[in-house]
């Protein structure tokens, strides 16, 4: 117990290191690389920034990439018809798609167009579906890299009363499916729910989805509180910050993930492993 700093870079470059291992060996026996398609429209400068992260995150790992940008007026039309031919493409094995899209072209649609055997992200209905009922194909990268921290950190999922803040279909449901699957005893909480202190000091495990710069101080953690900041957030000053206020919050709480440095990383990683388990399965 007592504030530990949860090094996600560190364990990020562990787990590319072990895709690497793995893609060389694919290398070896005579098979392709594994091969990641990225499809950005318009320029969001931080979308711009994650791809950028992406495409090195593959070099790391020897997996082929591919990046095609298209502008912020493409039809969706025109996005669905790149789909399909990716989807086709017997040498491309994840498709990724950069959200948030230009407005005006609807997500849901455009991840119901990736084939699910090629959805690195696992947004796609089925593969949501598979995790939920306990027989994933691909796990969510955030969500994955979170229960890969906590694990790494040494907390104990199983029992543990976890308390997730947020619910979006990219982080706040999923990650709770993954700790409940890990035996976790879980509630996600949301912007209606009542005394949000009461129910955050409960738990052992906290996970803050919430994009609002450093809203959680001391006042809602439990002493000795796993804490997980996934917020990617702006202060005052512009500087990144997560939803966790962590100076005020790293004197009593356990383990807890700093922003940037955390989670970030650790979602690129997962992407890479879940790239991988395309090509594995594309065999
Ligand atoms: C780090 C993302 C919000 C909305 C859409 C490393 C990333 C971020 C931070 C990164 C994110 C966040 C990604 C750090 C991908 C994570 O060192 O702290 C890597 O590239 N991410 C995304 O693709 O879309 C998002 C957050």
């Known amino acids: 117990m007592g504030a530990c700093v949860i ?9 590319r290191s ?26 969001d400068p931080a979308s711009k920034v994650y791809v950028r992260n992406k495409q090195k995150a593959c ?3 020897g997996i082929d990439s591919e990046t095609i940008e298209l ?13 399909d031919e990716k989807n086709g493409d017997g040498n491309v094995d994840g ?14 649609e455009v991840i119901l167009r990736i084939s699910p055997d090629k959805d690195v992200d696992c947004f796609h209905p089925v593969n949501v579906g598979r995790v ?20 790494y950190a040494g907390v104990t999922i199983s029992g543990a009363n976890c308390v997730v803040v947020g619910r979006s279909n990219i982080v706040g449901k999923p990650v709770s499916a993954l700790l ?11 912007s209606k729910t009542r005394d949000l202190k009461k129910v955050t000091r409960e738990a052992d495990i906290l996970v803050a989805a919430i994009g609002k710069p450093k809203f959680f101080n001391r006042e809602y953690i439990k002493p000795g509180a796993a804490v997980i900041d996934v917020g990617m957030d702006r202060d005052e000053n512009g500087k990144l910050c997560g939803d966790v206020d962590f100076d005020d919050v790293a004197g009593i709480c356990g383990p ?16 890479m492993k879940n790239t991988l388990k395309a090509a594995m399965i594309r065999k």
């Open 7 to 15: 090094d996600g870079k560190a364990l990020a470059a562990k787990i």
């Open 18 to 43: 072990e895709v690497a291992n793995e893609c060389e060996k694919m290398v070896a026996s005579g098979k392709r690389r594994p091969k990641l398609c990225v499809i950005i429209a318009g320029d």
């Open 95 to 108: 498709i990724l798609v950069q959200l948030p899209l230009p407005r005006g072209i609807d997500e849901k």
């Open 132 to 151: 939920y009922t306990g027989d994933p194909l691909f796990l969510p990268c955030t969500p994955a890299g979170i229960i890969e921290l906590l694990k």
């Open 256 to 271: 807890i993930t700093p922003v940037p440095g955390g989670v970030g990383p650790m979602t690129v990683a997962m992407l």
């Open 71 to 83: 502008p912020g007026t493409v039809t969706k039309e025109e996005l669905f018809s790149l789909i």
């Open 180 to 190: 409940l699957a890990e035996n976790g005893t879980v509630t996600t909480a949301h």
């Open 59 to 61: 070099g790391d790992c």
